[in-house]
């Protein structure tokens, strides 16, 4: 979270994570203080003066509009990979942003962990599952699934044959905006490197976030951009 973000009013669920975390019989459940995860915190301040330098990709997509945060992610997920020395850890790919650079973390420090990507678990209407989904509105959580089914038009363009994917974003978020939505990005990338694709990679990804009145979603979906006969 970086500052003016929603940190002091982020969902906290902890007693529901531990019901369903006992539903599969978890052994351990690691639930650190602020202050065992950052020794020189001091009641205001985490006092951080070391941190992981993410990827350049870092600073693009969600990294344009929170900058320091992916610096942050990294940082304190090398602190649990540390103290909890995992053999396997699991990312979801809601926030594919997010597992990539987790991915590039354990390679560039060579760390002997398998990460694990999760797919992304969805209501009934298409909507993803979010922690942030708690802050919609009851019309706001209908409207939530336009974001899904912009995406899925992208998707449809390019595997239809178009390589115009400058005006395709362009237009899937001026589609967003619309319909009311106050748009971040709409994004076609890379599926293995979250770059700008070029003309011949086929695995690719489009990823979107977009702000609904006072919340803020993230989607993605992944894709061929020539698919298989």
């Not at 500052?3 to 459940?29: F, G, S």
């Not at 103290?83 to 987790?102: C, M, N, T």
């Not at 979107?208 to 951009?225: H, M, P, Q, S, Y």
């Amino acid at each position: 979270f970086g500052p003016n973000e929603d940190l002091a009013n982020y969902p906290r669920t902890l007693a529901a994570d531990c019901d369903k975390l006992a539903e599969v019989n978890a052994d351990i459940l690691f639930v650190p203080t602020v202050s065992e995860l950052y020794i020189d915190f001091d009641g205001v301040n985490l006092n951080q003066t070391m941190t992981i330098q993410p990827p350049p990709i870092a600073s693009e997509l969600c990294g344009a509009s929170r900058p320091g945060h992916f610096m942050g992610v990294a940082t304190v997920v090398m602190k649990l990979f540390n103290i909890v020395r995992p053999d396997v850890a699991v990312f979801g790919k809601k926030d594919y942003q997010q597992l990539h650079i987790i991915r590039e973390l354990v390679k560039q420090f060579n760390l002997p962990i398998d990460i694990v990507a999760g797919e992304t678990i969805r209501e009934a209407n298409g909507l993803a599952l979010s922690s942030r989904n708690g802050y919609l509105e009851i019309n706001e959580k209908v409207q939530a699934t336009q974001l899904i089914r912009v995406l899925n038009e992208v998707v449809s363009q390019v595997t239809q044959g178009s390589q115009d994917f400058v005006t395709i974003e362009a237009q899937a978020m001026q589609q967003l905006t619309t319909l009311g939505w106050e748009v971040d990005y709409i994004a076609i990338r890379s599926a293995v490197t979250l770059l700008k694709p070029t003309v011949e990679e086929n695995d690719l990804i489009v990823l979107g976030a977009a702000r609904l009145g006072k919340t803020r979603l993230i989607d993605n979906i992944e894709f061929c951009a020539k698919p298989l006969n």
